[in-house]
């Protein structure tokens, strides 16, 4: 079980890709010294910790086929950098968790280099190596598509070798095979370094269902049993949370082990509520999974999100619909969990696959020449200045996305109802209108009373006798809305906060 992580748990959290954040020498990649630069915007808008992509040397400009695991990617800065980064994030009480890619490295990894020399190299079991009637023997030579994977067949010839290796992602990227006490031993050096010498608060955990193959599919979660043990002997208090791609019943088990997981089904019923324009019974889904992820974790910290780096933007989910971005804002923020916000959602960025798009430039001002921060690896074909208004510019907009952002974040802070992150509070409120999304988030200090219009509709909203007493607007996206709630209408795709007066 997972150590008691009582401490201060960051409620607000962004997702930097940072090739495309900000660039702070003009070779238009993003780098850690531009990161460093806007800290102070990303306290200002009230961010708690960041989750940085990977930041490791790599062949790949996404960089999740990793090279060193003790460097910084050279485009990137170096591990000087870094430090700086993290001091200074420290400085403004930002927490800076590491995406830690260990299911899989790149085929020019110094491990992988060697394995593939021979099959009696000290490194070949660091990897999964089979013959071909091995593999059909197995029934294993090809896949069914997932989420994470749109690989069919993932064994990859190695050139006058007998054997075939595994890569479940990509042939440049060879899984790991964890039953090597040596590439164990290894990994353990990796987390004392970055955990203890380096002072990183923790870590986003990539592909951790694939952990074993999928034959071996029930080794994953065990895995995670020794993983966890290791952080708390090294750091008790660095923070975990994993990508596990599934449904919630599978997602359910990895609580047992680590602090948090990301919440893809919410994510994606939350996506189809804004398009679809009616709500799909989400809080009671909502708590039905709280009660299956209580079963493994009491203290399980629900990690939501609208999209991130391997999902298409939520701006483009909605067709660039300002109102819908700032509606999804508004019910995400609203929510139980510990909310992730991809860079550039607070500025509505766009962008659809394949990957790169999704991954585009932040826009920070119009100025799009080779000194500016803005970062130019890709010629942005969604977010452009003709299609998103720049940071810059919104700034001095009072009903822009990002103060919409700025103002949720901060009332989510302050509201002891909305920060609450153990044992979510969360009950519906039926107002018999599925396109009114309404719900409960109690609190002994003080409730409220959340409704969503999710229709481009003016809805008359009657509040149950129970909640008859909510009658002080604490928040309303609605500009004819003031002081107490009495007219009992909520403008199209407008979001209402109520409390009792």
């Known amino acids: 079980m997972i150590a008691d992580k009582s401490r201060f748990i960051p409620r607000i959290c962004y997702e930097i890709f940072v090739r495309s954040f900000c660039d702070s020498n003009g070779d238009g990649i993003g780098d850690l010294q531009g990161i460093i630069s806007k800290l102070d915007y990303l306290a200002e808008l009230g961010i708690e910790a960041i989750w940085l992509t990977p930041i490791h040397p790599s062949p790949s400009y996404h960089k999740y086929d990793v090279t060193d695991y003790y460097s910084i990617e050279p485009e990137y800065g170096t591990l000087e950098d870094f430090?700086?980064?993290?001091?200074?994030?420290?400085?403004?009480?930002?927490?800076?968790?590491?995406?830690?890619?260990?299911?899989?490295?790149?085929?020019?990894?110094?491990?992988?280099?060697?394995?593939?020399?021979?099959?009696?190299?000290?490194?070949?079991?660091?990897?999964?190596?089979?013959?071909p009637p091995q593999i059909e023997a197995l029934g294993i030579s090809k896949r069914e598509t997932s989420d994470d994977s749109q690989v069919v067949y993932p064994w990859h010839?190695?050139?006058?070798?007998?054997?075939k290796y595994y890569g479940l992602f990509f042939k440049g990227m060879p899984d790991l095979n964890y039953h090597s006490e040596a590439?164990?031993?290894?990994?353990?050096?990796?987390?004392?370094?970055?955990?203890v010498e380096i002072g990183v608060d923790g870590f986003?955990?990539?592909?951790?269902?694939?952990?074993?193959?999928?034959?071996?599919?029930?080794?994953?979660?065990?895995?995670?049993?020794?993983?966890?043990?290791?952080?708390n002997n090294v750091k008790p208090d660095a923070f975990t949370v994993a990508e596990v791609w599934a449904e919630t019943e599978e997602v359910a088990p990895y609580f047992r082990y680590l602090n948090?997981?990301?919440?893809?089904?919410?994510?994606?019923?939350?996506?189809?509520?804004?398009?679809?324009?009616?709500?799909?019974?989400?809080?009671?889904?909502?708590?039905?999974?709280?009660?299956?992820?209580?079963?493994?974790?009491p203290l399980f910290i629900?990690?939501?999100?609208?999209?991130?780096?391997?999902?298409?933007?939520?701006?483009?989910?909605?067709?660039?619909?300002?109102?819908?971005?700032?509606?999804?804002?508004?019910?995400?923020?609203?929510?139980?969990?510990q909310p992730y916000l991809y860079y550039g959602e607070e500025i509505g960025m766009?962008?659809?696959?394949?990957?790169?798009?999704?991954?585009?430039?932040?826009?920070?001002?119009?100025?799009?020449?080779?000194?500016?921060?803005?970062?130019?690896?890709?010629?942005?074909?969604?977010?452009?200045?003709?299609?998103?208004?720049?940071?810059?510019?919104?700034?001095?907009?009072?009903n822009s996305i990002y103060h919409h952002y700025r103002a949720l974040i901060s009332l989510r802070k302050t509201e002891p109802a909305l920060s609450q992150i153990f044992a979510p509070n969360l009950h519906r409120v039926c107002l018999h209108d599925d396109q009114l999304l309404a719900y409960f988030r109690p609190h002994v200090?003080?409730?409220?009373?959340?409704?969503?219009?999710?229709?481009?509709?003016?809805?008359?909203?009657?509040?149950?006798?129970?909640?008859?007493?909510?009658?002080?607007?604490l928040y309303s996206t609605d500009s004819s809305h003031s002081g107490a709630f009495s007219h009992a209408e909520l403008a199209p795709y407008c979001s209402l906060i109520l409390s009792v007066q």
């Not at 164990?184 to 970055?194: C, T, V």
């Not at 952990?211 to 049993?225: L, M, N, Q, R, V």
């Not at 909605?318 to 999804?328: Q, T, W």
């Open 183 to 195: 590439l164990r031993a290894e990994l353990e050096k990796i987390i004392r370094f970055w955990l």
């Open 445 to 473: 200090d003080k409730s409220l009373v959340i409704i969503h219009n999710l229709s481009g509709d003016i809805k008359n909203v009657y509040l149950p006798e129970d909640k008859a007493d909510f009658k002080n607007i």
């Open 83 to 131: 430090k700086t980064l993290l001091a200074a994030a420290h400085e403004r009480n930002i927490q800076i968790y590491l995406d830690l890619i260990i299911n899989h490295t790149s085929t020019l990894h110094p491990w992988f280099a060697e394995a593939r020399k021979s099959h009696d190299n000290v490194f070949r079991n660091f990897y999964w190596w089979m013959t």
């Open 350 to 398: 766009l962008g659809t696959k394949p990957d790169p798009y999704i991954r585009e430039p932040f826009l920070w001002s119009e100025n799009e020449s080779e000194v500016s921060e803005n970062t130019h690896w890709i010629h942005a074909q969604f977010s452009t200045n003709q299609t998103i208004t720049p940071l810059f510019e919104q700034k001095s907009d009072p």
């Open 302 to 337: 629900d990690a939501i999100m609208l999209t991130n780096h391997d999902q298409d933007r939520i701006g483009s989910v909605v067709s660039n619909h300002k109102a819908k971005i700032k509606l999804a804002a508004s019910i995400l923020l609203t929510l139980p969990g």
């Open 204 to 231: 986003r955990l990539d592909a951790a269902r694939h952990i074993y193959p999928d034959w071996e599919k029930e080794e994953s979660i065990g895995f995670w049993d020794y993983f966890s043990k290791l952080v």
């Open 157 to 163: 010839d190695n050139p006058e070798d007998q054997e």
């Open 260 to 297: 948090a997981t990301f919440h893809f089904d919410l994510s994606f019923a939350l996506q189809r509520i804004v398009v679809q324009e009616h709500d799909e019974e989400i809080v009671e889904k909502l708590r039905e999974s709280y009660s299956l992820f209580e079963k493994y974790n």
